[in-house]
């Protein structure tokens, strides 16, 4: 579907995909993406990421996106649901350090990785992605969260993608239809003054200590 909605298109667009752990060998990984490639009849993805860590060692789904960024079928590649021990060891590896991307669960409920993942990252020059950066559409019901939003003017949604973007992360919400992308959209222009952080700090404290890697 994504394949014949961006047919003509592909230009305009960063395309990303991932490979499951299940098929993160060296040859599962470069099958994986042939096989996202035929399906979005595209002739290179710009960014293909290991979905999670599986039995497979991270030397062998290296060794596939090298193959695959030597025979241009990927422009960059990266990791989701890796922390920071799994990142040392990705990045030890020769040519690990190519990483760009480590794609975790980051939302203003959900903190964790502000303790260590995400200033390792930053040190390292790893963007982070946040994906379920609305909790799934729960954080829009906090009234915290719509106390701000009302005050600014905004939407709780755009509030909470805004300040997910203020921490120098990218954002992936999802989005089923033009009303929500336009509303979406606007996440990107909107301002959130200090005492806007400030209201969001009390409402959803950063943590105090390390905490285990959330996954949905």
Not at 38 to 58: F, T
Not at 155 to 181: F, K, N, Y
Request: with cysteine; proline share 6%.
């Amino acid at each position: 579907l994504v394949g014949e909605a961006l047919r003509g298109h592909l230009e305009e667009v960063f395309l990303v995909s991932k490979v499951l752990p299940g098929h993160a060998d060296r040859k599962g990984t470069v099958a994986a993406c042939e096989g996202s490639l035929r399906r979005l009849r595209a002739e290179r993805l710009d960014l293909y990421l290991l979905h999670w860590r599986g039995r497979w060692p991270l030397e062998e789904t290296h060794a596939g996106f090298t193959d695959l960024m030597e025979a241009e079928k990927i422009r960059y590649w990266g990791v989701s649901n890796l922390d920071v021990a799994d990142m040392v060891e990705l990045t030890a590896l020769p040519g690990g350090d190519a990483v760009v991307v480590d794609q975790v669960l980051y939302n203003l409920s959900r903190r964790g990785v502000e303790w260590d993942l995400l200033p390792w990252c930053r040190e390292a020059g790893v963007t982070v992605m946040a994906y379920s950066p609305i909790e799934q559409g729960r954080l829009l019901k906090v009234e915290a969260l719509g106390a701000v939003a009302r005050a600014l003017g905004a939407t709780p949604a755009q509030v909470a993608l805004a300040w997910v973007l203020t921490q120098g992360t990218a954002a992936i919400p999802r989005s089923g239809s033009p009303d929500h992308i336009r509303e979406i959209r606007g996440a990107v222009d909107l301002h959130l003054p200090t005492e806007a952080l400030d209201a969001l700090d009390e409402a959803f404290p950063p943590p105090g200590g390390p905490t285990p890697l959330e996954i949905l």
